[in-house]
């Protein structure tokens, strides 16, 4: 008897079966209030209003189907109202997380690991160790600060709440760190998925992890594109204006930044303009309210102008404390040479 008899007749049909699943497997369905990206990545958009809640923001997040489950991009800070959502989609889809990514360790993008980790054990925590050095210098200084101002406020207070949801943000010390250390860009499977990883260690947090899906080219930037305006507090800004050539040099049609919605390669082209074309007028001596002027004139439908107000607010605090600081001051976190 000849071997190809033996082969049993649904041999072939069962390949074509498992292909076609493959190919059509279904579009990753959005929860309320989340945005389908494209078939296997969902936005969970972040939220920032200086005057709700605490007045802290949660960063965008992105929940990505892999092979091995879900891959979760920035975890949020507020673990209720954020983080909990996401673990409520991984339920609905019935998918584990198999990996967070980490853009960077500001706490409006890791807070989350710590609930997402508890629930997810087996998860795997890519990002940069940038965080560590963030313990001992930017995150310390900012734990001294709201134990001091919590130490004046009522017991009871809501504001006092805050400050303790804070304080125990930043306790969480290793629990936010990664498991994978992201030290080089490179090509990099995660979850049984491949991406392209890239590294900036001289841009917003001195080690800024994005993310590319070459097969859906959509490049997920985390803080790197920011709205309604950059945030500079841990920036080295020409650094930073580096980084983004970079970015443009990939080969995305999506970007999704870490504030504010997804965007095509050519918005994004205009954004970056916006960033150099701030930069400049910050080293010029125009006015800090020309300035944003420009800012909104430049990337024009980009920013509605229900944004406008709390773009002037940001721009106003980081041309003082950092763009228009003394030169120590202003490249205080960028690498040496
Ligand atoms: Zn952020």
Redesign the pocket.
Known sequence: MRGERMKPKWMPLLALGLLAACATAPRLQAPDGMQALNRRMVLLP?TYDPEQGDGQ?D?NSILIRAPDGLVVFDTGRHEQAFTGRIIAAADTWRLPVAAIVNSHW?L??VSGNVPLRARFPRAKVYASTAIEGAMQGFLADSRRNTAARLATLPADSAAAGYARASLARIDAGPKLFPTEPVLASGERNIAGMAFHVGLEDNAVSGGDVWLLDPSSRTLLAG?LV?FPAP?FDTACPHGWSEALARLDAQAFDTLVP??GAAMTHAQFGIYRRAFDRLLACAASDAGVADCATRWENDLGPLLPESQHRLSRMLLDYYFQAVLRAEPVKRDKYCRAG
């Open positions: 972040g923001p960063g500001h409006d993008h803080d920011n945030f870490g504030h």
